[in-house]
């Protein structure tokens, strides 16, 4: 006993705190210094053959036609000019194609979000008649490339006079089966528990789904903002076939006029390379900004 009290102190700081073995620091040999130069050596390769177009696309924007056309691979313009930039806002309706991609986008983003969170909440919480089957249909249309039903498309919206029009071009990308699939398995995620106590206070579903669980599905929300907002800004296809009129042109049709030569003949790299590089920077802004908040939600997730 008298043993055992004299260990127990000796293992007792004056504080009272216990004492704890010393860190051992980890030894670095050649090897591993080694492997771990030529994996970062690799990473550094590989990010620069994905960051390289980019460059070559904004280093070329401000080159003349004669040197894009004679050197187009370098990063580094002879002489520094911001003709192609003027011509493109002085020559084309670049800002009039800006402004109709900005309202289509931002209708189409708050739009998809409400829709997709209330229709996967639905699947995943409510019990009605044919879930199942819808659910199936949902992830059925998933499989379903998105050329099959241009044809479609136009004969619908010829059909109920949305033809030409900014509803033609919103409404059928409001709703997103993919989006649906990621809210729904989200919230199935959520215990039901939480939900319970909004319910014995006499709240009804679409205020529990308001208020209680949509709070929650936070980082579902901005990754469906993101895939949003990047995919109506950079749609083609469905604009292509739910409009005709120069004044509803947007960004994407307004770049592949360019790239056929529409301005003038030649090649007129930086022209086209530098609306490609104005129209690159709302997503780009947007993806960084959201991705601080993804960063931020998790790491609050965890702590709690």
């Not at 911001?82 to 009039?96: H, I």
């Not at 879930?131 to 004969?155: H, Q, S, T």
């Amino acid at each position: 006993m008298t043993g055992t009290a004299i260990g127990r102190v000796e293992t007792l700081r004056p504080d009272n705190s216990v004492r704890t073995p010393p860190h051992r620091r980890r030894r670095l040999t050649v090897k591993s210094v080694g492997g771990q130069v030529l994996l970062y050596g690799t990473l550094a390769l590989l990010a620069l053959i994905y960051i390289y177009p980019f460059l070559v696309q904004v280093a070329t924007s401000f080159k003349s036609d004669a040197e894009a056309a004679a050197d187009p691979i370098s990063l580094f313009p002879q002489t520094l000019t911001f003709a192609a930039y003027e011509r493109l806002f002085a020559n084309s309706d670049f800002p009039l194609w800006f402004a109709n991609s900005a309202i289509v986008t931002i209708v189409v983003t708050l739009g998809r979000v409400f829709f997709v969170s209330l229709a996967g909440y639905a699947l995943a919480r409510l019990n009605f008649r044919g879930r199942g089957v819808i659910f199936a249909l949902v992830v059925a249309v998933m499989a379903v490339p998105g050329v099959v039903l241009l044809i479609p498309k136009f004969l619908v919206l010829n059909q109920l006079g949305l033809y030409n029009s900014y509803a033609g071009m919103i409404i059928p990308l409001l709703v997103d089966a993919a989006g649906v699939f990621i809210m729904k398995n989200f919230f199935e995620s959520i215990p039901v528990s939480v939900e319970e106590q909004a319910r014995i206070d006499g709240a009804g579903s679409f205020r529990v789904f308001w208020s209680v669980v949509l709070p929650m599905a936070r980082p579902a929300l901005i990754t469906i903002i993101i895939l949003s907002f990047q995919g109506s800004w950079n749609e083609l296809s469905h604009f292509i076939v739910s409009t005709q009129s120069p004044e509803l042109t947007t960004l994407t049709k307004g770049v592949a006029s360019l790239a056929s030569g529409q301005l003038s003949q030649g090649t007129q790299y930086p022209l086209k390379l530098a609306a490609a590089a104005l129209m690159t920077i709302p997503v780009a802004v947007l993806f960084f900004i959201f991705q601080k908040r993804i960063m931020n939600t998790t790491e609050g997730a965890v702590k709690g």
